[in-house]
């Protein structure tokens, strides 16, 4: 019987049943009579619909039904968007195309067999007959003149323009000692691949009119209310539950098509129907991330005072708005884009722009890694081009370490943080001295050895409602608990966020015990069914412990409160002499009079001695809504080797020093920073997302996209700083995303370092062999051809 | 419920019965000749433990042991396994204690959202039995044929460590 405490590294609930096979997730949900779904797709980038022909797969084996667009286009009604912006265009989107199709794999029409492979087959059965448009797959090249149109709405495929700032970049750069360091950054496409794919199973309930949805999804709260606003569908009677998630990152966050198809369709057949999305059909139906093409300044002076940064943002939203599309590269990117600088000047215009692609909305840091990358790759070039080191510059333009809210200059307030700090231990750790005599040396012995640091802030604990809302949030984006204390004294909790792969069954559990004294294996934490619990917004913005955690401490305390009045009142003493630690309840200075809490849960119950006007049981519900965001933040740095030869890029070390606020489980944090690093140096060094120009997407199957392997990454070395949050009342930050918000710039900050001496200044992501051997072979070229003009000259 | 069963009526499918030996127990099934062997697990004898995640035979979630080696289950026919012996995810752990490298993920921090996992540890347990004391850099190649896109590998890396060390 173990007490868990706050700070330890509890090891993992869920694990029993996810090492012996025994996890459920959507496609192990088995439903008596239930049939299959697969969706016939758009092959094309860009198409009218001139006719589909679906008699063949009507009649193939095992097939029960078939429904095109045009056939459900009055009970599907149109995907929504959860975030305004002002000018907003907001074009139709069905769940099923019936005009036109926008991008490689829109999908088109359903099939519903008895098994999946007769619904795969069918498929192949249904004859669509397109008249192919040209197509635009560049986020830049779709606002030119001329460029083919997705949508009447939004002139020049422009979905909205937007803007931040502060101070007054234009006047700033007008001091004639100021250096305008310029440069084009592209932050790549790429495609989130959780490992489970997506998946919805429907079961309908004639009898009674309910829909129960089986999604794989980070929002089940969400996913319900969305559902029932587009297909009418009474939120009563609609029940999502997510169960096992086999990971998101980003991709599991919004209401998709086939959510809706299927809920619809099961209607239509009145059978449970089941639809897993196959690994290939994922690259193109599920949101992609990143897609930035960027035009980008800073401005600075010879002494590495940086005074300002410019950016002109063309973001790809794909060819319809996701969920969250417009939030992502507007108030993720360009809040963030002072960094952990003073960065007295700051302008930021964003376009974004519809393109035949599939739709972009958040992947891992979503908007925050795109922000982090430029500000950092940026910082360093600037160093680079003043010859200075890029440490020294950074460390010139840091924020002071504060505890309690710093208002920077997009306006925002940083809650807390000692951004040298973080600086410092990361390069004690690392010692950069030595690196540098070291580098030197390798050089002589023609080897190309590489450092890059990158700090990093980002804005998580998403979010304080009317903060949110006033920006244009659809929806609150407060978290929920409810803690029920059984007659016996263990311990039920709903919690409104929905793990997949975070450990909350453990993390939550663990702050209950630790607040209560309740062991932690006498309490079961629940998620993710939205007929089990009160509404919750969901896992996503490295939010859970920030928001729902908190939300869960508020229902511990309110616990705690009615038991000490309680537990009082049995012992017949003062309240203000009972005190309560590990569980029990005592009576100062009287040695015997105490009452565990799983006693006093009972008398709750038994209600047969209660103060007076106190209600009989022990429940209590909390819903938080933070006054601000909660703001980690860090410095990582890497090293990288790279062959002269192939232009091979290999991580040598990484070292992580990062400032979470208070950590709760540390292991599970560890853990969250090697993935998300992992992710951050996939983006930099393999992963890509390539369409060619009609919008066929080439890097479509796992063949083809470079998913990192484990061969790819050295033994990362992580560190912590603590400062606690001031926006909740358990100080903590949130830890998803940071590692990916970090590692892309820290990496490619290390691969121009390698080849700076080289004449290198930027590269775009991700350093491919052939890339950086290309460069290699350009920046020799160059030398040569300069050696060259200067002999001629003598 | 067996998911490939006929019932539209719209014509048989062709079908061949195979035993295949799972876990320990022999099972008799009519099966279809494309039926993959990872869908013979997961939809006919209903063993979900084994995962699909993907159709390119890339990710190694489907990893199961086939006559004592590591294959991916999604790559081979189930009548190719007719007459083999297959082990499960559900068939490593001996009643309540769990294996060396199952305990390993658990102590280590080896999963997070457990999709990759099953395979994962199928893969590792086939690795070390053929080194059963591999260094780090082997551990690493050993499982570059399956993803993890959770944990960045480092502490799947320190499982597969502790379970070798556990094995000594
Ligand atoms: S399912 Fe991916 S390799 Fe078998
Ligand atoms: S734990 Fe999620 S993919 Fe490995």
């Known amino acids: ?33 239930m049939a299959h779904l697969a969706f016939v797709r758009s092959t094309y980038g860009h198409a009218n619909i001139k006719s589909i022909k679906t008699s063949a797969a009507r009649n193939a084996p095992g097939v029960i039904a078939v429904f095109t667009g045009a056939d459900l286009q009055e009970e599907l009604g149109g995907l929504p968007v959860g975030w305004m912006l002002p000018d907003l265009k907001q074009p139709p989107h069905p769940p099923l195309a019936y005009e036109t199709v926008r991008y490689l794999g829109d999908a088109v029409a359903v099939i519903v067999a008895d098994s999946a492979y007769q619904a795969n087959d069918a498929v192949e059965l249904v004859e669509v007959d397109y008249e192919v448009l040209p197509a635009v797959v560049n986020g830049e090249e779709a606002t030119k003149d001329g460029a083919p149109q997705l949508h009447e709405e939004a002139p020049n495929n422009i979905g909205f323009d937007w803007e931040v700032g502060g101070g007054d970049y234009a006047e700033a750069i007008k001091d004639p000692d100021v250096i305008v360091v310029k440069e084009r950054i592209v932050n790549q496409r790429l495609i989130p691949n959780s490992m489970e794919t997506r998946g919805v199973v429907a ?63 099961a209607r239509q057949v009145k059978r449970p129907v089941k639809w897993i999305e196959s690994r290939s059909e994922a690259y193109v139906s599920t949101a992609h991330g990143r897609d930035h093409i960027c035009d980008a300044e800073i401005a600075g002076k010879k002494d590495g005072e940086i005074i300002g940064i410019k950016v002109d943002l063309y973001a790809n939203l794909g060819a319809y708005l996701s969920t969250f599309a417009p939030l992502i590269p507007t108030y993720l990117f360009g809040l963030m884009l002072g960094g952990v600088y003073k960065m007295p000047n700051i302008d930021c215009k964003v376009h974004g722009v519809f393109t035949n692609t599939t739709p972009v909305d958040a992947y891992r840091g979503a908007g925050r890694p795109e922000a982090a990358y430029l500000v950092e790759r940026m910082v360093s070039r600037f160093a680079q081009e003043i010859g200075r080191d890029p440490i020294v510059v950074r460390r010139k333009n840091m924020l002071q370490a504060h505890k309690n809210g710093r208002e920077v200059t997009t306006g925002v307030m940083y809650d807390s943080g000692d951004y040298k700090g973080n600086l410092n231990k990361a390069l004690e750790i690392f010692d950069y001295k030595q690196f540098r005599a070291d580098q030197r040396a390798a050089r002589r012995d023609g080897k190309l050895l590489g450092v890059g640091i990158a700090t990093y802030i980002e804005i998580c604990g998403m979010a304080p409602s009317a903060v949110a809302s006033s920006l244009g949030a659809g929806a609150g984006l407060w978290e929920s608990s409810n803690v029920r204390v059984h007659p016996t004294g263990k311990a039920t909790i709903y919690i409104g966020t929905s793990p997949h792969g975070q450990g909350h069954e453990t993390t939550m559990a663990q702050l209950v015990s630790s607040e209560l004294g309740i062991p932690i294996e006498d309490i079961e934490v629940l998620h993710g069914d939205t007929d089990q619990g009160q509404f919750g917004t969901g896992t996503f913005g490295s939010r859970s412990l920030a928001v729902g955690g908190a939300a869960l401490f508020n229902s511990l305390q309110k616990v705690k409160a009615k038991t000490h009045r309680l537990a009082s009142h ?29 006693e006093v849960a009972g008398q709750a119950y038994a209600a047969a001695n209660l103060p007076d006007g106190m209600e009989p049981g022990l429940e209590e519900v909390s819903f938080f809504d933070p006054q601000n965001f909660a703001w980690p933040n860090g410095t990582h740095i890497c090293v990288v080797e790279i062959e002269q030869d192939t232009g091979k890029v290999e991580v040598q070390r990484y070292v992580a020093v990062d400032d979470f606020g208070n950590v709760l489980n540390p292991m599970i944090v560890d853990g969250m920073t090697h993935g998300g690093v992992a992710q951050g140096i996939g983006q930099a060094l393999s992963e890509q997302a390539v369409y060619t120009d009609d919008g066929q997407l080439l890097s479509g199957s796992l063949m083809d996209y470079a998913l990192p392997s484990a061969d790819m990454f050295p033994m990362m070395e992580l560190d912590r700083t603590v400062s606690p949050s001031p926006s909740n009342p358990i100080g903590v930050k949130g830890a998803g995303e940071a590692g990916t918000i970090a590692a892309s710039p820290a990496v490619m900050n290390a691969v121009v370092d390698a080849l700076a001496h080289l004449g290198v200044k930027h590269m775009d992501m991700p350093a491919t062999s052939e890339k950086v051997w290309r460069a290699i072979q350009d920046a020799k070229e160059a030398q040569r051809a300069a050696r060259a003009t200067a002999r001629a000259a003598k | 419920m067996r998911a490939y069963v006929e019932t539209s009526g719209k014509g048989p499918t062709m079908s061949t019965e195979i035993t295949v030996t799972v876990n320990g127990t022999a099972h008799t099934e009519a099966v279809e000749p494309r039926l993959l062997l990872a869908h013979f697990l997961r939809d006919v004898l209903d063993l979900t433990g084994t995962h699909v995640g993907c159709d390119t035979s890339q990710c190694g979630a489907c990893t199961v042991h086939l006559n004592g080696e590591a294959v991916k289950s999604c790559t081979v026919f189930a009548v190719q396994a007719n007459g083999a012996e297959v082990t499960t995810i559900e068939g490593l752990a001996d009643g309540d204690t769990y294996s060396n490298v199952q305990q390993g993920f658990w102590d280590e921090h080896g999963l997070q959202c457990g999709f990759c996992t099953p395979g994962m540890i199928m893969t590792s347990e086939a690795l070390l039995k053929q080194n059963p004391n591999p260094s780090e850099e082997e551990i690493r190649a050993g499982i570059a044929g399956n993803y993890c896109r959770c944990t960045g590998y480092q502490n799947i890396v320190n499982a597969i460590g502790a379970a070798a060390k556990a094995g000594k």
């Open chain 1, 1 to 33: 019987m173990a007490v868990a405490t706050f700070g330890e590294s509890v090891k993992r609930t869920e694990d029993p049943r996810l090492i012996t096979g025994r996890g459920k997730y959507v496609d192990d949900v088995r439903l008596t009579g």
């Open chain 1, 570 to 598: 049995l012992l017949e003493a003062d309240p203000k002499f009972v005190t309560f630690s590990n569980g029990t309840f005592a009576v100062e200075d009287i040695a015997d009079k105490t009452l565990t809490i799983q």
């Open chain 1, 203 to 265: 079961d309908y309930d004639v009898g009674k009119g309910n829909i129960t949805l089986y999604t794989s999804t980070q929002i089940p709260h969400l996913v319900k209310l969305l559902f029932s606003l587009v297909t009418g569908w009474p939120e009563q009677k609609v029940r999502v539950i997510a169960p096992d998630v086999g990971g998101g990152f980003g991709s599991k966050l919004y209401l998709y098509a086939e959510e809706v198809v299927a809920g619809i369709v």
